[in-house]
């Protein structure tokens, strides 16, 4: 069964930081494109960060580049977002997603619909 599971959510004070993780189970990340995303209430679920497969290509959201990091570590089957200089506007439910790509080492997408497997998603609150 295949299985993205996400933790380290939390509630922190403005300015402050987290580490975001997507565990794989049930398969392995080597050849899957991984996405970060976020839905706030009464909002659209949006993309925030995305990596390929290869960890080479990095792609993030206007609104968050400069402060957050996306990373892998395909021996942990894991991927982790490091939100950093957080702000109240920041506060979601955040997912990770994935999507084999092959030999596509390179794609990544924050497109919501190119996107096969989900997690269950980790509050993020920032408030003082």
């Known amino acids: 069964q295949l299985q993205l599971v996400e933790s380290g959510g939390g509630l922190v004070q403005p300015g402050g930081s987290l580490r975001l993780s997507c565990a794989a189970s049930?398969?392995?990340?080597?050849?899957?494109?991984i996405g970060w995303f976020r839905q706030a209430p009464g909002k659209e679920r949006e993309g925030v960060s995305c990596i390929s497969s290869s960890g080479v290509r990095l792609n993030y959201a206007d609104s968050v580049k400069g402060r957050f990091t996306i990373s892998r570590d395909n021996a942990k089957n894991t991927v982790y977002l490091h939100l950093n200089s957080l702000k109240p506007e920041d506060t979601a439910i955040y997912y990770c997603?994935?999507?084999?790509?092959?030999?596509?080492?390179?794609?990544?997408?924050?497109?919501?619909?190119?996107?096969?497997?989900w997690g269950q998603g980790t509050q993020v609150t920032v408030s003082s």
């Open positions: 049930g398969f392995t990340l080597d050849y899957y494109a």
């Open positions: 997603a994935a999507r084999h790509t092959g030999s596509s080492f390179d794609y990544c997408s924050g497109y919501v619909g190119n996107y096969d497997y």
